[in-house]
């Protein structure tokens, strides 16, 4: 059974960082790009970033580009997530997600979310 | 990046009855490459549909997509109870820009 399990999110202060952490079973990990999305809770969904599957390219969104670092250890079958110069609407539940048709960016697996609180 | 936008915001409907979402995007999308999901409270989206008709493993054949270009439509030709949710779409043309709709809650009536 495929399985993703986010953990790291916390509440920090702007200015802060922070390491966001996804866990990887059930599949073949380093066979698949890997995405993070986020979620303001009760508002729409926002992609974030994009990593390839051996980790040497990643993409992200104008938002968080220059601040956000996406990176992978397949060795570990884990996907991180480096937050930093955080602000307050960076304050969402952040998961990761992947398409099982390898290469393809619709998301048929998602993790449960972890939340990030931004907040002085 | 593609900008989507979704229509209504919220559609009130009760049991039985048809549902129709749209989704406009601001440039043509790419090989249709256009997804549906549903979320509910406290859950991670679920995909429903993908290349604008082609429906996800599992889902039932009340959930059906059409549309082509920048014009899309998630139809659930009979609601019942636990299709009330909230409904996303997401063009995937771009890998590296995906974007989602705002989305449209079904609530019942």
């Known amino acids: 059974e495929v399985q993703l399990v986010e953990s790291g999110g916390a509440v920090v202060p702007p200015g802060g960082s922070l390491r966001l952490s996804c866990a990887a079973s059930g599949f073949m990990f380093d066979d698949y790009n890997m995405h993070w999305v986020r979620q303001v809770p009760g508002k729409g969904l926002e992609w974030v970033s994009l990593?390839?599957?051996?980790?040497?390219?990643?993409f992200y969104a104008d938002s968080v580009k220059g601040r956000f670092t996406s990176s992978r250890d397949n060795s570990l079958k884990s996907l991180y997530l480096q937050l930093n110069s955080l602000r307050t609407e960076d304050s969402a539940l952040y998961y990761c997600?992947?398409?099982?048709?390898?290469?393809?960016?619709?998301?048929?697996?998602w993790g449960q979310g972890t939340l990030v609180t931004v907040s002085s | 990046d593609i900008v989507l936008t979704q229509s209504p915001g919220t559609l009130s409907l009760s049991p039985g009855e048809r549902a129709a979402l749209s989704c406009r995007a601001s440039q043509s999308v790419g090989s249709n490459s256009l997804a549906w999901y549903q979320q509910k409270p406290g859950q991670a989206p679920r995909l429903l549909i993908y290349?604008?008709?082609v429906r996800a493993t599992g889902i039932p054949d009340r959930f059906s997509g059409s549309g082509s270009g920048t014009d899309f439509t998630l139809t659930i030709s009979r609601l019942e109870p636990e299709d009330f949710a909230v409904y996303y779409c997401q063009q995937y043309a771009n890998s590296a820009g995906l974007t989602f709709g705002g989305g449209t809650k079904v609530e019942i009536k």
């Open positions: 990593i390839s599957w051996d980790g040497s390219e990643s």
């Open positions: 997600a992947f398409s099982s048709s390898s290469g393809l960016a619709y998301f048929d697996h």
């Open positions: 290349y604008a008709s």
